[in-house]
Structures are given as structure tokens and as C-alpha cells.
């Protein structure tokens, strides 16, 4: 099923690239709309036209053109020599790819699903994260670890977990969770000019899905800044803070609290690790009110994270406790109808909203 290219990569100079600044701009009106698939196939292009170190490597990525079709048409544009299909061997490729960053190319490493990457993590962890610190910032990494996270549908528990507090938790790698596609083409760009390895965490059931972008998105030097937060939707009344899909359910779930006259600020995270502290803060210092949303397991989640963060530096301007919607506490079950109640559902940040504006009956009054 898969090629194993054994070709010669990219032997020439290893002189470093400095990373581009990304800058921050104010956009203008939406031109057109794209899938976020189109938006990481057209980043991926664009980098690897402006940078010969740029190499992707992975499962089917070339001859198949990706599992999910996000490298559709490079090999054909690049060559077998910078577009590497690998035997089912994530520990191989994985290392082959952070050697190859040792030496100044700029790998992007595609999981099939971030699930895989279980069987990559000594690299991951040990290789890539710590050998700038241990070299005395001799050694740098500049690598991409990306792929499909998260739930996906009818896949099981091996198959739907969400890997953003695993590797958030690891000094030395930067996380970034998109969720639209001008996240997904904007991230993925700073991911691969960034120095350091980045891990970066796609949604399946996203990559269909189109979003409006404005020209300067589709500018070939649009770049968007690691560790800044955007505000998708203003609010007074109570801040939800969410990333990847579950943006999409906190922008749903506001428009139906708006009917009830409550005003939710929605945080699209963009970035996990960093994390802009100062934007929730603010935020919740606006607000007074804090709710969390993300898809994995509850404890030692990236929720928890935000709340420390909030009780640290924003206790006093709390009017109510903080809500955090996370994913059950379990493994994932297969059945559709259990799976549905196990990962988070617009309906559960709507309560958790009323409920910190004391808009409802709080779960402890009725236990």
C-alpha cells in the first residue's frame, strides 16, 4: 500500500532561514471562501515554492496525495525527493525527520492521525523538544509534527483522542490548534518558519468545511502570530474559551444565548502552548465569567490550565464559578449514541453559560 522512498534529501546548503515576523493587520471584507483542506494544501505549497529545506514525509502523502488529501498535487509538483510516502513505521520516520531538522532542512512530518503518534513520541518529546535546551541553544529543531486530532466519528477509543494537554505540558514544543481556514493556512505557515518544533493539531471532520477569507489570508506572505488568541465573537456577559471544533460549537452556542439576552465573548485559542494568558484575562476581567470548552479528557486538560491562569491573575473579577466542558472521562465508546455523550455538544455550553449567569438551577441544587 505504501512506497518506500529511499531518495537523497535535499544534500545542499544548510544555511538557516530566518523566520518570518508575522505581523498583525486588519483584514478586509471576506473575497472568497475555501476549505480548510484547500487552506493547508495551499500553505504547504507556498512554503515549500519559498524554502528548498522545506520537506514533507509521512503515510501515503505522495503517491496517494494524502490520506485526507491535504497534500494533494505536490509530488507531482516537487518530486519523490521532497515529498517522501514512508513505510507504516512512525518511530522510523519520525526520527529520520528530526535528524533531518539536526542538520538545517525544515521537515513536516504528517500523522495519519495524531493517535499514531503514540508510537513517535520518544522523538517527539526526547529529540525534538529538548535538544535546543540541552545543546545550549546550539541545536535547533525547526520541524512540523501534523495531522488529524481529536474525535472523529465511529473510529473508537485508540482512534479519538485529543493530544493538545499531552503535548502542551512539554517545555519546548509549541501547540497550535486550528479551527478555520484562515487559522489553518496562517498557522501553518508560522509553524513551518518557526525555529522550534511545532505540533499541529488538525480536526478530521473540519477539513471539508469552508470559511470565508479576505485577500490579505490569501496573500502567499500571510503568517499569523504563535501564542495570540482571537477574539471571534464579543461579549459582556461570560467568556467561553475553545479551540479547533469546538470554536464553532461556542460560536453556536452564543447565538442562541444571545436570544436570551445573554452576551458571550467567544476565544478562539489558536495557540495552546503558548497561551495568551493576557487575552482570556482580560477577557474574563471583562466579562466576570469564565467557561472552557475542548474535547479532551477533563483532568490535567487544557481547561484546567486557563482556570489556574484565571484564578492566579483574575480571581477577584470572578462573579461565578468557572464551568469547564470537557470530554467524558472515559475512553471513547464506539456507538454512535454513546459517542455523541461523550464528547461535548453545543447544548452543554449553553447550560454551563445559564448556569454561570445564574440563569438556571446550578448541577450541585439538584444532585
Keep these: 500500500m505504501l512506497a518506500i522512498s529511499r531518495q537523497r534529501i535535499l544534500g545542499q546548503s544548510f544555511q538557516k532561514i530566518r523566520p518570518a515576523v508575522p505581523g498583525l493587520r486588519s483584514y478586509s471584507s471576506a473575497a472568497k471562501q475555501i476549505t480548510v483542506r484547500e487552506a493547508l494544501n495551499s500553505a504547504l505549497d507556498e512554503e515549500m515554492s519559498a ?32 515529498v517522501l510516502d514512508t513505510p507504516i513505521t512512525e518511530a522510523g ?84 490548534s486550528p479551527y478555520n ?46 501564542g495570540k488568541a482571537k477574539i471571534e465573537r464579543e461579549g459582556k456577559d461570560v467568556t467561553i474559551t475553545a479551540f479547533s471544533k469546538m470554536v464553532g460549537y461556542a460560536l453556536k452556542a452564543a447565538e442562541i444565548l444571545e436570544k436570551d439576552g445573554i452576551y458571550a465573548e467567544v476565544i478562539n485559542l489558536r495557540s495552546i502552548r503558548p497561551l495568551d494568558r493576557s487575552t482570556i484575562n482580560a477577557s474574563v476581567r471583562k466579562t466576570n465569567r469564565l467557561i472552557t470548552v475542548e474535547e479532551g479528557f477533563p ?21 461565578a464559578p468557572v464551568e469547564r466542558i470537557a470530554g467524558a472521562d472515559v475512553p471513547m465508546p464506539y456507538a454512535a449514541n454513546l459517542e455523541r455523550m461523550a464528547v461535548p455538544q453545543v447544548e452543554d455550553i449553553v447550560r454551563a453559560a445559564k448556569r454561570a449567569c445564574y440563569r438556571s438551577v446550578p448541577l450541585a441544587a439538584t444532585a
Excluded at 208 to 213: A, F, I, M, R, T
Design 181 to 226: 481556514s484562515e487559522d489553518a493556512r496562517g498557522l501553518l505557515k508560522a509553524a513551518i518558519r518557526d525555529p522550534d518544533p511545532v505540533v499541529f493539531l488538525e480536526n478530521e471532520l473540519l477539513y471539508g468545511e469552508s470559511y470565508p477569507v479576505s485577500d490579505e489570508v490569501l496573500d502567499s506572505s500571510f503568517c499569523l502570530p504563535i
Design 299 to 319: 483532568q490535567h486538560g487544557v481547561g484546567a490550565e486557563i482556570c489556574a491562569s484565571v484564578v492566579e491573575e483574575s480571581f477577584a473579577y470572578l462573579d
Design 93 to 176: 520516520f519520525t526520527g529520520i525527520g528530526v535528524g533531518a531538522a539536526y542538520y538545517g532542512l525544515k521537515p513536516v512530518v504528517e500523522f495519519m492521525t495524531f493517535n499514531f503518534s503514540m508510537q513517535a513520541i520518544d522523538h517527539i518529546i526526547n529529540s525534538a523538544a529538548k535538544s535546543n535546551y540541552m545543546s545550549a541553544g546550539q541545536i535547533s529543531v525547526p520541524i512540523v509534527f501534523r495531522g488529524p486530532n481529536g474525535a472523529a466519528a465511529g473510529v473508537g477509543a485508540q482512534h479519538s483522542q485529543c493530544y493538545a494537554a499531552w503535548y502542551a505540558s512539554c517545555p519546548g514544543l509549541k501547540v497550535l
Design 51 to 82: 524554502d528548498p529545506k522545506v520537506f514533507l514525509m509521512g503515510e501515503e502523502v505522495g503517491e496517494y496525495q494524502g490520506a485526507y488529501k491535504i497534500t494533494k498535487g505536490l509530488l507531482e509538483k516537487y518530486g519523490p525527493e521532497r
